[in-house]
């Protein structure tokens, strides 16, 4: 069975510009999630879809995160514009659906900003 | 609100010995408890996990945990630690929301 792909593995970009991370999901899973991870932190869920709604977005930047999950498989979290705080690696994990605790991560992308 | 304190940041540790890595918690709701494993350059994997029953939980490679309601701890133990084991293990603590919250990570480095 294939796990949750990311891309890109890793991005440089200066402060200001856009930035635009994609994850699919282990086949099937309707839950998706995505995480920021900082730096000698743990992971904070930035938003949680459920097939392609929104179920969870109160941690979710709004005025410069975006995300989307248009056609409840894979997704694109977007960042414009990037700040230098916004360095970190953003997870994509997902789940069979809402009722399972099991979450399922993939690799990651690492994000600079500079 | 919930929250979850990983007190050592860095755990060193001779290969052979025995290890606890440090999970204490908070929660006004009922808890259910993760420990997940993040290797090198790889993404978070579940260790081992308590919803419900036996507070002693155990994992295929050896490790184990207690949930200890009175303390509001989940301590993670393994007798003998291997080179292997060398990774960041992460605490988490989920409400009956299944939203996670991590702890900051203990990263644990074995010696030879």
């Known amino acids: 069975e294939a796990g949750v792909a990311q891309s890109p593995r890793y991005k440089i970009i200066e402060k200001r510009q856009s930035v635009a991370f994609w994850c699919n999901p282990i086949?099937?899973?309707?839950?998706l999630y995505w995480y920021q991870q900082i730096l000698g932190q743990g992971p904070k869920l930035l938003i949680q879809f459920q097939n392609n709604g929104v179920v969870d977005d109160s941690q979710l930047p709004k005025d410069r995160f975006s995300a989307e999950r248009l056609k409840g498989v894979d997704s694109t979290l977007k960042i414009q514009p990037a700040k230098l705080e916004d360095s970190a690696v953003y997870l994509c994990?997902?789940?069979?659906?809402?009722?399972?605790?099991?979450?399922?991560f993939g690799p990651g992308t690492r994000l600079t900003v500079t | 609100a919930q929250s979850v304190t990983q007190l050592d940041s860095q755990v060193p540790v001779f290969e052979e010995a025995p290890v606890e890595l440090r999970c204490n918690y908070s929660?006004?709701?009922?808890?259910?408890l993760f420990w997940y494993v993040q290797y090198p350059n790889q993404g978070l994997q579940l260790l081992l996990k308590?919803?419900?029953?036996?507070?002693l939980v155990e994992s295929i490679n050896g490790f184990e945990a207690e949930f200890n309601k009175s303390q509001t701890s989940f301590h993670l133990r393994k007798p003998s630690v291997h080179i292997s084991d060398t990774a960041e293990y992460f605490c988490?603590?989920?409400?009956?929301?299944?939203?996670?919250?991590f702890g900051t990570g203990t990263r644990l480095t074995i010696i030879p």
């Open positions: 308590y919803l419900s029953g036996s507070t």
């Open positions: 988490a603590v989920s409400d009956g929301a299944k939203k996670l919250t």
């Open positions: 994990a997902s789940s069979l659906n809402r009722a399972s605790y099991e979450q399922y």
């Open positions: 929660s006004s709701v009922s808890v259910y």
């Open positions: 086949s099937g899973h309707a839950t």
